[in-house]
């Protein structure tokens, strides 16, 4: 009788021993993940993860079970936080033990980094994370979050809605400072603050925008069914709807927030329902964003307009470790 082959075990690598080519057929299979579930174009964030590591520019690991790479997870620092960008695992090979074996390297790392003094992590395709089995558990808080997705098409039957001393407008680069200082404003004591820290202040703000405009993992940014609202009384900027492209025929609600001031007055849906209307004039067939479950006013307002649950997922932050 034959032997049976014993098991492989996984092994850890640095994302800096490897090349580029040996992540390809892991990232094809994540860039068809990201499409066939999320309806997210992923490949020029697959692009740009092959570039970096063939420049031995982007910090993480890879799993390998015997010469093939199975997952990975990469990290970025930035002043004193590290935030993981992502952790992705071959569907063969998608288990829990994986995938606290790769976000726990990460995490060790991040933690034993000197002038590291908060973690934060938003990992859509991870299926296995459970916050009581994170590593580093008793520094970490855990948020669950939403994926939504409504068809660009309901925008025709969302009737308008009269706004109050109010009018929106077309977003342009002009907006930027006074975005930041909204932003900071309407986040100010919220739990999305928790989440990202950059919405506690103007320069965090500012950077949070930057990285919507500029990075890909956030799709192409989409000016034209980007808004802001318009207090008639004074010129000042009371809400913003910025959007991006994830493919071609889909769209993302990046960021939707508006003032203290003219909360509960319908700015919001009059936002949201602008820029799912000009998405669909442009050929968006599927637009999608992710709500905090529990920012409870914003969920109702996503359901109210059509936005369907596609997935729940978790967000995590260390801190005080």
């Excluded at 990975?72 to 002043?79: A, G, Q, R, T």
């Excluded at 308008?160 to 309407?186: F, H, K, N």
Aim: proline fraction near 4%; charge should be neutral.
């Amino acid at each position: 009788m034959a032997a049976v082959p014993e098991a492989q075990v996984p092994v850890l690598l640095d994302l800096w021993q490897i090349r580029g080519q040996d992540l390809d057929p892991m990232l094809e299979e994540e860039v068809r993940t990201w499409r066939q579930e999320l309806d997210w174009d992923f490949q020029p964030s697959a692009d740009l993860v092959r570039r970096f590591v063939d420049v031995h520019a982007l910090n993480g690991y890879a799993l390998l079970v015997g010469d093939e790479v199975v997952g990975y997870s990469y990290y970025v620092c930035e002043d004193h936080k590290g935030l993981v960008g992502d952790l992705y695992l071959r569907a063969k090979n998608r288990t829990a033990d994986n995938e606290h074996r790769l976000l726990g390297a990460v995490i060790e790392h991040l933690v034993r980094t000197p002038y590291v003094r908060r973690i934060e992590s938003q990992l859509m395709l991870a299926r296995y994370l459970q916050p009581r089995l994170l590593p580093s558990a008793a520094f970490a808080r855990s948020f669950e979050r939403n994926f939504m997705a409504v068809d660009a098409s309901v925008a025709t039957s969302l009737p308008p809605r009269r706004l109050e001393g109010v009018v929106l407008d077309r977003w342009s680069e002009r907006w930027q400072d006074e975005t930041a200082s909204l932003i900071a404003s309407a986040y100010r004591g919220h739990i999305d603050s928790e989440i990202n820290d950059q919405y506690r202040s103007t320069s965090g703000a500012r950077r949070f925008l930057f990285n919507i405009v500029q990075y890909p993992g956030c799709g192409t940014f989409f000016e034209p069914a980007s808004c802001v609202a318009i207090q008639t009384r004074d010129g000042r900027l009371c809400g913003v709807s910025l959007t991006s492209m994830v493919s071609k025929e889909s769209g993302h609600i990046t960021q939707i927030c508006v003032a203290p001031s003219v909360k509960g007055k319908g700015v919001g849906y009059a936002m949201l329902r602008h820029s799912l209307e000009v998405m669909a004039q442009s050929g968006v067939t599927k637009v999608s964003l992710t709500v905090t479950a529990a920012n409870t006013a914003a969920v109702r307002l996503y359901l109210r307009v059509g936005f369907r649950l596609v997935r729940r997922f978790h967000a995590f932050v260390w801190k005080g470790f």
